[in-house]
């Protein structure tokens, strides 16, 4: 049992998640893809839940991308009103999380913007966790917004341009709440970024699972901290440097 295994004096703070598969395990079992999504809702729930366990302070989900709007009409209305389904605030409430959003909100139908702005609301007071949905989110997008901001602001005098430094970018970036992920996790046996947090993940362990969203469960979630633990986070630097310093 992984959970057996996990350092819990070594969590990281900030987990970051894409949760790909749902469709091909839906596929897989002759069901529609609508079928995968709706398992997949119920993962996010039990995922949740253990990160709050484990002490993990920010779970960030990929949730549907900028480019995720392309798929077939009927795909995404049903996305929607899945996420509608689930925006559940008792859940939040009794697990003492909040609920963040980090996208283009404005794209999002009505309904579903305001069900999130009302929820990030009533939750930004709980503090034993933090989820937060990449929703209408693509790196591109977030780094061309961030851009444009500073360029605004040097315009206006507000920012010199010859101070412009990583931090900057980390302040206007959509993230900027947070701290950059130390572990990312995707599902779905896909071994690439697709878009997510490009900037972030400069430094973050990357773990690839074969297991379909649907199918990651609180075990999955322990044996993906249990291998990031048993790494040497470098940093640039040397094996040598890095043990000197404990």
């Known amino acids: ?4 295994k996990v350092d819990m004096s070594r969590i990281p703070q900030h987990v970051a998640i894409i949760m790909d598969g749902n ?3 839906a596929k897989e079992r002759g069901m529609e893809r609508s079928m995968g999504h709706q398992a997949g809702a119920e993962t996010v729930h039990s995922i949740m839940a253990e990160a709050v366990r484990l ?4 779970l960030t989900l990929y949730t549907f991308s900028t480019e995720n709007w392309n798929r ?7 996305l929607m009103a899945l996420l509608l389904k689930h925006l ?14 980090i996208g283009q909100m404005e794209r999002l139908p009505e309904n579903v913007r305001k069900a999130c702005e009302s929820l990030m609301e009533k939750t930004k007071n709980n503090d034993a966790s ?3 949905l990449a929703l ?9 917004d961030a851009v444009k901001k500073i360029a605004g602001k040097v315009q206006d005098g507000l920012i010199d341009v010859d101070k412009i430094d990583e931090n900057t970018i980390d302040e206007h970036l959509a993230t900027s709440f947070m701290p950059d992920p130390e572990l990312l996790i995707r599902t779905g046996g896909e071994v690439r970024l697709s878009n997510y947090l490009l900037w972030q993940c400069a430094y973050s362990e990357l773990y690839f699972t074969d297991e379909y969203w649907p199918d990651f469960n609180e075990e999955s979630l322990c044996k993906a901290i249990v291998d990031y633990q048993g ?6 630097k040397t094996g040598e440097q890095v043990e000197n310093n404990k």
Do not use: H
């Open 1 to 4: 049992m992984y959970k057996d």
């Open 23 to 25: 469709g091909r395990w």
């Open 55 to 58: 002490g993990i302070k920010y």
């Open 72 to 78: 077939p009409e009927a795909e995404v209305s049903a």
């Open 88 to 101: 559940e605030e008792e859940l939040f409430m009794k697990q003492n999380v909040r609920f963040r959003i």
């Open 130 to 132: 933090c989820m937060v």
């Open 136 to 144: 209408s989110y693509s790196s591109k997008w977030e780094l061309t």
């Open 231 to 236: 790494r040497q986070r470098r940093f640039g």
